[in-house]
């Protein structure tokens, strides 16, 4: 199977689409539970963001998106968080073991330390061991577990959590930019708020170490 990756387009909705639902369909490999519509995916698209990276690996002969990974920022609001990540993988059903989640994270990862991430975290169902093991392939290390951290489709799911250093410091320049103000209220991503179940709980962490204070997330 030939594939090349590449950045992300508007135009490869439908496509992303085709590709997510029969994975949340399965109910076994991600907490997102709601099928998504094309104009989902466009509204996400449109709202990512611009800091973040999104690629997707694309069949030469059909050009139909066969896996697809994204890194956001875990804090949009917060000078504090802004060198970390958080990053999602999909690969088509029919389309793994193709080398196609590897091929995503090399350039995913170039494109993370360019708009200036030192780290990116996961989390992964418990039950999905296979995600782990991928993550874990890529160089991510286990750091804990969130016990009945989503309520999926009348159970509760514990989530592996995982992260991931990346080797070397952004340039002077990236750092800079990285240290300009950011606006009180950023614009937020229109993905069901189950597939960020990290920042749901970074969120809480960032709470706490802030006195109880708003944190910008």
């Not at 496509?15 to 907490?31: C, F, H, K, M, R």
């Not at 949009?76 to 590897?102: K, Q």
């Not at 309520?151 to 959590?161: G, M, N, Q, S, T």
């Amino acid at each position: 199977m030939e594939f090349s990756i590449r950045m992300a387009r508007e135009e490869d909705a439908e496509s992303i689409v085709e590709l997510l639902n029969p994975i949340i369909q399965a109910g076994t490999y991600t907490v997102m539970d709601e099928q998504l519509s094309v104009d989902d995916q466009i509204n996400f698209m449109r709202g990512f963001p611009k800091r973040g990276v999104f690629n997707v690996a694309v069949c030469n002969d059909s050009q139909k998106v066969l896996g697809l990974q994204d890194v956001q920022p875990i804090s949009t609001g917060s000078n504090a968080f802004r060198h970390v990540g958080e990053i999602s993988t999909f690969v088509s059903l029919a389309s793994r073991r193709n080398g196609i989640g590897s091929s995503l994270s090399h350039a995913t990862f170039m494109g993370a330390r360019e708009q200036g991430f030192l780290k990116l975290t996961a989390a992964i169902r418990a039950d999905n061991p296979q995600a782990v093991l991928f993550y874990q392939s890529q160089g991510f290390e286990v750091i804990g577990t969130a016990k009945k951290h989503a309520f999926v489709r009348a159970k509760y799911i514990d989530e592996i959590l995982m992260e991931k250093l990346i080797d070397h410091a952004p340039s002077s320049a990236t750092a800079a930019r990285l240290l300009r103000p950011v606006p009180s209220h950023p614009p937020a991503p229109a993905y069901p708020p189950a597939r960020r179940a990290w920042r749901a709980l970074a969120a809480a962490l960032a709470t706490s170490r802030c006195g109880g204070s708003h944190c910008g997330r």
